[in-house]
């Protein structure tokens, strides 16, 4: 561990641009494109669980 510590100021949150709420999750912010504001985590829809077909040619449990 360093002891030069070249911030001089510690951490400040405030300045810390990954705190920002809208970064957290960027879905729910501007930069998210379409879907509904309120749904925020598309990738537990079950749609989105597995998007692979089932069978020999599309993955699934069948396919070694």
Same mark, same amino acid.
């Given at each position: 561990m360093s002891t030069d510590d070249t911030t001089q100021n510690g951490y400040d949150p405030a300045e810390d641009p990954d705190s920002d709420p809208e970064m957290l999750?960027?879905? $729910?912010?501007t930069q998210a494109t379409g879907g509904d504001e309120g749904d925020v985590d $598309?990738?537990?829809?079950p749609?989105?669980?597995n998007p692979?077909?089932?069978g020999a040619d599309g993955g699934g449990a069948a396919t070694p």
């Open positions: 999750n960027p879905r $729910t912010g $598309t990738d537990a829809e749609d989105n669980l692979r077909a089932d």
